[in-house]
């Protein structure tokens, strides 16, 4: 017997859309049918409660995983749990901005843009195009590159949202997911698609040609963490997610393009080492434009979810990944979002007691509706700061049950639940930083990433997340995986010569890097739990 047949009504941002469904199904089956993108940070496991989708009509009965992680209030405003929602009648939804974050900002300026490499060469082609590819856990960035007689220029940028997000948040989601045969298919093919329409938009904007026997378009390279690389040639995963996490393609690789689906065709596409199975091909592009002499003793840091950082002494390379969880961009935050128009941004908190003001500023100037990394960073320093939070992280009992307003409504609250997991990643990094400087003082202290990029030392001051080392070294240097990725495809540009240059110094990268495990080091259990303290 068929099922009855109702209306799903969609509102994304604005934009409504009625979906036929059948009685009974669930909710994400008739997102996929509209093409409608989500996320789900835990995969859909049901295990963070972070995927909530608002009922405007037609909410169904709340179930246990409701109880489990929404308030009555919440359940009364029609607040339910994505990954579990099962659809029974007419109903209409409001796709909210940690559902579909289609606005996300990503970091996909190239900083420093104009670079000279050895030319067009004697075998390059001057005016040539080419592709650089960082493609991230969470965002997916692009730069379109041309040719010329001294160097390169950056042409356009573009980026968009991993569309991997509904199999998970992060890699440990998306190695559990791929497990599946047919999911890491899937896997693969929802990241191709979406760097296809980067490729797609930069080419069309800026009128290239990659169809024909002389395409203006001649390269393509992609960077990314070990995981998403092994996801996007459909590799199986498992050895990334069990001890002792083995990699076993690690070595730069060059294809055609085939790894596409069926609109771009026959161009040279490099893949970028990597080092290990979390210090992967976006450090090695970040180092690769950088120096390794020894005038300079730098230490360079990825804030993402893997806090991946290697410090170079002059002599030495030392790598490390430590995991500082999704904190960085709001994930595992009660009100957390990714950086989208009315996310809070930055906060200060001002005057004492009765007259207290929270003062907010959010992306875009929008409505506040969530708190972004940058703001999650700010708020707990700001608690600390002005003594609603002590030292080991304990917010007044006035907050404590509750959480700290940030909105006159109260509607958005940072918990003390928030503020553990806030202690947890600020250790993890401080622990591995001091861990790698091992006592040595570094000349500069380069920051890479979008969180970054927008985070100020001053503002953070009272999380004390970074060693004393660093105090007036730091420099923020925007996505350098990006731009290393856009310096290797100018160099393939410019011919042989200055290819096999770029490729020797990447050799040299994974070659001198030495893998420090922190889990094995003595101390330091004793010192990551001391560095929870402010």
């Avoid at 989500?38 to 909410?59: D, E, N, Q, S, T």
């Avoid at 994505?82 to 901005?97: A, F, K, P, Q, S």
């Avoid at 800026?206 to 024909?212: A, K, Q």
């Avoid at 990394?373 to 404590?400: C, I, K, N, P, Q």
Wanted: hydrophobic share 40%; aromatic share 6%.
């Amino acid at each position: 017997m068929k099922a009855k047949e109702i209306t799903v009504t969609i509102n994304e941002y604005g934009k409504v859309q009625a979906i036929a469904a059948a009685k009974g199904e669930r909710l994400k089956a008739v997102l996929d049918r509209a093409g409608v993108k989500y996320a789900l940070p835990c995969g859909g496991r049901a295990v963070c409660g972070r995927c909530r989708i608002k009922f405007l009509k037609g909410a169904p009965i709340p179930g246990s995983y409701e109880e489990m992680f929404l308030t009555d209030e919440e359940t009364e405003e029609g607040i339910r749990i994505l990954c579990r929602t099962v659809v029974y009648e007419d109903c209409e939804i409001e796709l909210r901005g940690n559902i579909t974050e289609q606005d996300m900002i990503v970091e996909a300026e190239i900083k420093g843009e104009d670079r000279e490499t050895n030319g067009a060469g004697t075998d390059g082609t001057p005016g040539a195009y080419g592709i650089a590819i960082d493609l991230g856990t969470t965002t997916i960035a692009a730069a379109l590159i041309q040719n010329t007689a001294d160097g390169y220029r950056v042409v356009g940028t573009s980026s968009c949202v991993n569309s991997q997000r509904k199999y998970g948040a992060d890699v440990i989601s998306r190695i559990s997911a791929a497990e599946d045969a047919g999911i890491r298919q899937a896997l693969r093919n929802t990241v191709v698609t979406d760097i296809e329409n980067l490729i797609k938009e930069l080419t069309t904007s800026h009128n290239i040609t990659y169809l024909g026997k002389s395409p203006d378009l001649k390269a393509i390279t992609v960077t990314g963490n070990t995981t998403m690389l092994y996801l996007l040639e459909e590799r199986d995963t498992a050895g990334l997610g069990r001890y002792p996490y083995t990699a076993e393609y690690l070595d730069k690789e060059w294809m055609l393009s085939d790894i596409m689906l069926d609109d771009i065709p026959d161009i040279g596409l490099t893949l970028l080492p990597g080092i290990s199975a979390f210090v992967g091909a976006d450090i090695v592009a970040g180092l690769f434009t950088l120096e390794l002499n020894r005038e300079e003793k730098f230490f360079f840091l990825d804030l993402g979810t893997n806090g991946e950082m290697a410090f170079y002494d002059g002599e030495n390379l030392k790598v490390t990944s430590t995991a500082a969880g999704p904190v960085f961009e709001a994930g595992g935050i009660s009100c957390g979002v990714a950086s989208v128009p009315g996310a809070i941004c930055h906060v200060r908190i001002n005057g004492t007691d009765q007259n207290r003001r929270v003062i907010i500023d959010t992306i875009g100037g929008a409505e506040p509706i969530g708190i972004c990394g940058t703001g999650v960073m700010e708020t707990v320093s700001e608690l600390v700061r002005t003594g609603l939070a002590d030292e080991t992280g304990l917010l007044t009992e006035e907050y404590f049950d509750e959480g700290f307003p940030l909105t006159d409504d109260g509607r958005i609250r940072l918990t003390q639940s928030d503020i553990r997991n806030v202690q947890l990643a600020k250790a993890a990094i401080f622990t591995g930083a001091k861990t790698l400087l091992d006592g040595k003082i570094p000349d500069k202290v380069y920051i890479s990433g979008g969180f970054g990029s927008k985070i100020s030392q001053e503002n953070v001051e009272e999380l004390h997340m970074f060693p004393k080392e660093f105090d007036g070294k730091i420099i923020a240097i925007g996505n350098s995986a990006l731009k290393g990725a856009a310096e290797y495809t100018a160099c393939v540009l410019s011919g042989w010569e200055a290819e096999a240059d770029a490729s020797a110094k990447l050799d040299l990268i994974t070659d001198m890097a030495q893998l420090t495990e922190l889990a094995t080091m003595d101390g330091f259990d004793e010192d990551y739990i001391a560095a929870m303290n402010f």
